[in-house]
């Protein structure tokens, strides 16, 4: 793909300075997946390479909403320096592998736009790694999940974005259950007038949403989670540690969120990331509200110029089919 925001002479510049002036950007490459931001591999004349990130309306796949630029809403996208800068610092304080960082540039000196480059990690996903050896994948699993456990230890005084709550802001809502709950309605909405077969069953999916919330008791303590922590966005370092990457979602939240989705991703790999004492009734909202989730939003991409589009409507077309599932038993 062509560049949008950034030049191969701006990007060129500021690997220079990240990476040493003595060494000249070979080529630019755009790495598959990137849907919010742009994510390029840096190669420069001696081989060494790094990643950089741009932050630009240009790179940015998914149509603009109303309240996408609203930090105080837990799930609005986030994007930019300041979010992903306070998701890193936090992560990294609890020992949680996160590529380190080379260099961030928000003031424009190289490109115009939000731009960080971190150290590149070019072997596997944990999702390939699964795929091609299980059995391999175990100490990786078993890292990964006392990766998960320092992040659950962590108490936060409210819910919410990171950045938000670092900097003593509050949330939207009045509680976890309750934006993931609004939140459910509105992708409940917007897959209707997308589906016909989600406008028929709405009505059932609401009284659902509505009952599953309504079981979920008060609670006043925040972990922190990634948000979206699928096996691809979990990198497998040179000596098998996890690297977590996509890290601008990463919140403080209920524990319960991070593991429905972890289930959704991981099917039956998840075993081994299993936690006690989770809350079957959050579970159960999260579960559905997720699967809305994930039809409404690849139906919402699919508006715009996303490449990979077939992907993307496999993905809605099965949660579409596991949410519907979840209102038949």
């Not at 940015?60 to 930019?80: I, K, V």
């Not at 299980?134 to 950045?163: F, I, N, Q, S, T």
């Not at 992708?187 to 079981?215: F, H, K, M, N, V």
Request: aromatic share 6%; charged share 25%.
């Amino acid at each position: 793909m062509e560049f949008r925001a950034a030049t191969q002479e701006q990007l060129a510049s500021a690997a220079r300075e990240a990476l040493g002036a003595g060494r000249r950007l070979e080529a630019a490459q755009r790495i598959a997946g990137g849907s919010k931001k742009g994510v390029y591999r840096l190669v420069m004349d001696d081989a060494t390479t790094a990643i950089a990130y741009l932050w630009d309306d240009t790179e940015n796949y998914w149509p603009t909403a109303e309240g996408d630029d609203d930090l105080t809403d837990p799930f609005s996208p986030g994007l930019g320096l300041d979010v992903f800068e306070a998701a890193h610092a936090r992560l990294a304080a609890l020992g949680v592998g996160v590529p380190a960082i080379r260099l961030v540039d928000r003031d424009g000196s190289h490109c115009p736009a939000d731009l960080a480059i971190v150290e590149d990690l070019p072997g596997e996903s944990l999702e390939q790694l699964l795929a091609r050896d299980p059995r391999a994948a175990a100490p990786v699993m078993a890292r990964l999940r006392e990766a998960l456990e320092a992040m659950r230890g962590y108490r936060a005084p409210g819910y919410g974005k990171v950045a938000v709550v670092e900097a003593g802001g509050t949330s939207r809502g009045t509680s976890c259950e309750g934006v993931v709950l609004e939140r459910a309605l509105r992708d409940l909405t917007e897959a209707a007038s997308r589906d016909p077969r989600i406008a028929a069953a709405r009505e059932q999916l609401e009284e659902r949403l509505l009952g599953l919330a309504a079981a979920v008791r008060p609670r006043s303590e925040y972990a922190v989670v990634h948000g979206e922590l699928g096996p691809d966005h979990v990198l497998v370092d040179p000596d098998g540690n996890p690297v977590m990457i996509d890290i601008e979602g990463t919140m403080y939240f209920d524990v319960e969120w991070e593991h429905v989705f972890l289930r959704i991703r991981l099917h039956d790999a998840y075993g081994p990331l299993a936690a006690d004492g989770l809350d079957e009734y959050r579970l159960a909202l999260y579960l559905l509200a997720q699967r809305l989730s994930l039809t409404a939003g690849p139906l919402r991409l699919l508006d715009g110029d996303f490449p990979d589009r077939s992907s993307m409507a496999g993905i809605a077309e099965y949660n579409l089919k596991q949410a519907l599932e979840l209102i038949r038993t």
